[in-house]
């Protein structure tokens, strides 16, 4: 299985402020990955897909790049809504498999 | 609009078996796969496995074989997932989502097993 390291695993950031969520695969992915986020009630919102393409409604702050192993996303001014969870996930190979989650909290 | 509409909280006792139900609608059923996701508490994501509501063709991930098995039916557009002989370890939150992309995700159902 190909794992996903997601750092870090906790960020305390300020609002306006730009962050980036980093992910790196245990091999190469192809740029087949997938970015969520999650809030405390469990929604689950897709943010980007297939590295750096973004989801139908989501804010253009959000954005993705990468190739390889070694993948981001970045928040460019955080907003209120926008501390949560966030998970990376991997579709290049079965089984699909997710990072461990980044915790974004307003520092 | 895509929408993905899972089944209520499930209270099962250890040992038995439960079925939760996706029910898709906003756009053509078996254009997709669906895929379903498990969450324990406090926990990240695990992936079971997808099904091809087209052709019945299923992909489970190793480590659920044995303990999900997907079905869908095509004349009510409803994916589903059965987890059979119940422990405590698969006490989670349970998703399914659309395609690999995972653009559309339904709003989970909590299973809980205790006796």
């Known amino acids: 299985d190909i794992q996903m390291t997601q750092t870090p695993s906790s960020m305390p950031a300020s609002l306006g402020e730009r962050v980036t969520i980093s992910c790196r695969a245990s091999q190469g992915i192809s740029n087949y990955l997938n970015w969520y986020q999650q809030k405390p009630n469990g929604t689950i919102t897709p943010l980007i897909y297939?590295?750096?393409n973004l989801q139908s409604g989501v804010p253009s702050r959000f954005s993705g790049s990468g190739s390889g192993t070694d993948y981001s996303l970045t928040i460019s001014s955080l907003e209120p809504e926008d501390f949560a969870m966030y998970y990376c996930q991997q579709y290049d190979s079965s089984p699909n498999t997710f990072g461990a989650g980044t915790k974004l909290e307003l520092k | 609009q895509v929408n993905l509409l899972q089944s209520r909280a499930a209270l099962v006792k250890p040992g038995a078996s439960v079925k939760l139900s996706c029910k898709a609608s906003g756009y053509t059923f078996t254009d997709y796969y669906i895929h379903w996701v498990k969450q324990s508490h406090g926990k990240s994501l695990e992936w079971i496995g997808n099904?091809?509501?087209?052709?019945?063709?299923?992909n489970y991930n190793e480590k659920f074989k044995g303990k999900a098995t997907l079905t869908v039916d095509k004349s009510t557009n409803t994916a589903y997932v059965e987890l059979s002989r119940l422990t405590s370890e698969d006490s989670a939150t349970y998703y399914c989502t659309r395609g690999s992309t995972g653009a559309y995700w339904g709003q989970g159902t909590l299973v809980t097993v205790s006796s």
């Open positions: 297939y590295t750096s």
């Open positions: 099904i091809n509501p087209n052709s019945g063709y299923i």
